[in-house]
């Protein structure tokens, strides 16, 4: 018989090997509490890298990138497929995107830096620092610039992006334009609000918004990857030998140190039915302190820390006046201030949206016993990260996102109460035209029946014509149908809306109709966006 010989370390090795992972096993059926460094980095049973790759599929994204904040540390920075289609290059560390809205966080920023300086107040009337505006505008404060309970109509709508604005000529667009509500009344994301603040930096600082921005926060916390579009012709070492394909990076790495996982920034894309079109990077330019900012998302990382410190706002109250919700003159409190919404889950903020070619995300959440932080970067627009944001923190710290299994539901936490959102949802469904056919509330009925039960509220709807068509192909579908949302409160507090997944739905009574379920599918993503979030992407 022959005699089999393990060599000492390699048996240890596979020991730890089967012991970690029937750890992490046992870890994922029980769902023990994940701890602060812990390596298994998994979510109902997934790891982050296959959560990201089925997005990316899901999707038809053609990269992204995403960095972790556990503060101090930044223990995971990573990117994930391609950041231009036609060249070989490859989204890295260090890739520049486009980050969209998220640039008002910056903007919000150097206000209070300008503030702590002594050479603006938050309720100094914009026409203070912005000659020449409509009447009507003069007399907004900055404070309610912030707010975005300005009610100025949004320039993004009048915007063309083959061609170049002067931030003057951005304004220009929406001046003849009547407010949208009378300031301090409502809330509503305008860019036009964030431009306007970006001439006060101008004004205020005796410097450009661009210099100031990088002065105070670039050169500051130390962010080699993050820059203006218009700083990109100037760095060799993003220099795109796009003419010629065939002379990448690929080969002028083994003589140029530059271009050794070099700092280059991501092509945007946007989609027109099945195919990707590039958008050019100067587009960014047109949303001038709002969304023209670059960066990659270890930056982003970066400057969150700083942001969660003393080393940007010095001042705890004026921490406290940018992270703190909205409150309208009437009394009325909205979870939101420049940019920036906050939901039921302690300490939680969220910052995201879309730019031409792009999509971004930046969350934090500020518990002292949490400190972890998401940024997720991807080159397609109209991409919403929110959902995905949500179950990497959760495999960072059990708990921080929804206690379902989102292969099955997909969820998002309102910023809402339970009977605001369902109103939210009534309201949208109403708008859209789409029939109503239930509203069925668990929580009051547990009452009737001498229980208890946190709100629980089910709403059915749908299309009857879309609905037959499935169920031409299979009756049984009927079970599940007509559509419907769960909107509940978990034992937190938060408020969360989900629905199921249509793809999963469509594999179990085998429907072969694709197209009609990504149809529904993005008529139920976008209808959960509406009414969880403050701001209208």
Known sequence: ???????????????????SSAISQQASAQKLPIVRGDPTLQTHGQFIDELVADFIAEHHLPGLTMAIVQAPYVPRSAGYGKTNIDL??????????????????????AIMQLKEQGKLSTTDPIGKYVDNLPF????????????????????????????HYSPRELLALVQNKPLAFRSGTDVRLSATDATLLALAIERASGMSYHDFIWKYQ???????????????????????PASHPNDNQHSKFKKEVPFINPVEPATGYIATGDKLSPVAAEASENLFGFGDLWSSAEDISKWDIGLAGLTLVKNMEDHEFIYSPTKLDSGKVVPAMIGWEFTHHPGFMEIKGNSPGFSSYLSRFTAADELVCVTLLTNKEGVDLTVLAREIADAYKTGLGPDIDQHHIVAQESKFSTAETVA?????????????FSVVDHSD?????????????????????????????????????PLHVLVWQDERGRIWIGYPRLDELADRYKITDPATIAAMTGFMDHLVAQAANVYAY
């Open 88 to 109: 070989d290059e490859m989204a890295s560390t260090k890739t520049i995107w486009n980050i969209g809205p998220i640039t008002q966080a910056f903007t919000a920023v």
């Open 218 to 240: 670039i050169d500051v916390e130390q962010l080699p990857s993050t820059m203006f579009a218009s700083d990109m012709p100037q760095l060799a070492k993003i220099d795109r």
């Open 424 to 436: 939210r949802i009534k309201a949208l469904l109403a708008q859209e035209k789409v029939p109503l």
């Open 136 to 163: 009507a505008w003069q007399r907004i404060p900055i404070k309610q610039l912030m707010q975005h309970s300005s009610g100025l109509p949004d320039y993004r709508s009048e915007i063309d992006n083959s061609k």
């Open 445 to 481: 009925n547990a009452t009737r029946a001498g229980l208890q039960l946190r709100p629980t509220t089910v709403l059915s709807f749908g299309n009857p014509k879309v609905g037959t068509k499935l169920m031409l192909q299979n009756q049984a579908i009927g079970l599940d149908l």
């Open 1 to 19: 018989m022959r005699t089999i010989r393990i060599k000492p370390l390699a048996f240890l090795g596979s020991l730890v090997l089967f012991v």
